[in-house]
Nanobody, 124 residues
Framework: VQLQASGRGLVQPGGSLRLSCAAS????????IGWFRQAPGKKREAVVC???SDGSAYYSNSVKGRFTAENTVLLQMDRLGPEDTAVYSC???????????????????????WGRGTQVTVSS
């Protein structure tokens, strides 16, 4: 299993950037793909969780309306601000069957595979 986030860059406030997560060695349909970020001196934060089966995405309040999961492995980030500066990583968590349906959950402790992060810097 391999995961690798790419798309690092320096952008000005208000700019856009697209990240991709190269995933191999497992069936994406059976996993949730999470996008996490960690800024210097801060705890890692889950920002987007994508359901592998159909691409449904869930966003943290900090990025809702600005970030879009175009599919399971592409993350479009718009209207970036300095607060978005961080190392971004993608991770995968296997789906779990509970309550009569498959659950796709992106909790930091529940991610089975992590990719190396990519730096996003938003600065003028």
């Amino acid at each position: 299993v391999q995961l690798q986030a790419s798309g690092r860059g320096l952008v000005q406030p208000g700019g856009s950037l697209r990240l991709s997560c190269a995933a191999s060695g497992f069936n994406l349909n059976d996993y949730a793909i999470g996008w996490f970020r960690q800024a210097p001196g801060k705890k890692r934060e889950a920002v987007v969780c994508v359901q592998g089966s159909d691409g449904s995405a869930y966003y943290s309040n900090s990025v809702k309306g600005r970030f879009t999961a175009e599919n399971t492995v592409l993350l479009q980030m718009d209207r970036l601000g300095p607060e978005d500066t961080a190392v971004y990583s993608c991770a995968a968590a296997p789906r779990a069957y509970a309550g009569g349906s498959w659950q796709y959950i992106c909790s930091e402790n529940g991610m089975a595979y992590w990719g190396r992060g990519t730096q996003v810097t938003v600065s003028s």
